[in-house]
């Protein structure tokens, strides 16, 4: 009895210090939102920061730790701990990470947001790209027609994707479009159009979006690229099939 009284009593600690360590985040996010902290400010010491808080320094340290994994503050060895720069691209590198581990179903989702947000990227491209973009992208259409291997050929798809994002002038798109594009969806999608002999219509599409991207047409580059990005759900679609029909055999198998 002793000893489930302690474990329930070491759990209840446990969750107690989860609260408050949570608690101690958002005062912190909030003093940040607020403009109490800047990007580039430093935060007070430790136990500065507790007193003002109102909690220990022990729940400060966790709060702290969880916001650097966050990437919302950063330690500068020997000099403190500062809120980040607080880029976009910075905090939100997380949802590429993330969706490297997803799912099947899940990453399905996420080429689902890309049909969503790539289409309207692209078009915001056509009226902003420059000339120096145009031929880097020229470029990587070059390369991925010569390409001789799948990892080229991903490579060269994910290099013109961003091409094209980047030039949008949308930072927190561009970040979001970086998430929901995982190298491992591409290359899954790329395989599947390699087995399948698509290379060569694949690449047309690609064209069509950097033709439009050339006639400064946003129209016509917002449905080139929903054109293409549909083409790809649709491929993902496919590669996940064979895996459902084998889930559902060996489900009846069982029965």
Known sequence: MSSERGSVEGSRRSTLATLLAEGAIEQVRHLIASGRFAPGDRLPPEAELAESLGTGRNTVREAVRALITAQVLEV??????????????????????????????????????RRILEPAATGMAATRITPSTLRELDGCLHR?????????????????????????????????????????????VWRGVLEAGATERTISEHAAILAALHAGDPQLAEAAALLHVSTTERWFVNLLQPLDSSAQADHGAGE
Do not use: K, Y
């Open 76 to 113: 500068r060895r020997g000099d403190g701990t500062f809120v980040t720069s607080l880029r976009p691209e910075l905090l939100l590198a997380g949802i590429g990470a993330a969706a490297d581990l997803l799912q099947d179903d899940f990453t399905l989702e996420l080429v689902q947001v």
């Open 144 to 188: 991925m027609s010569s390409a001789w291997s799948h990892e080229e050929l991903v490579e060269h798809d994910e290099a013109f994707h961003r091409l094209v994002v980047t030039a949008a002038g949308n930072a927190t798109l561009a970040s979001m479009l970086a998430g929901v594009s995982g190298r491992t969806t591409r290359g899954r």
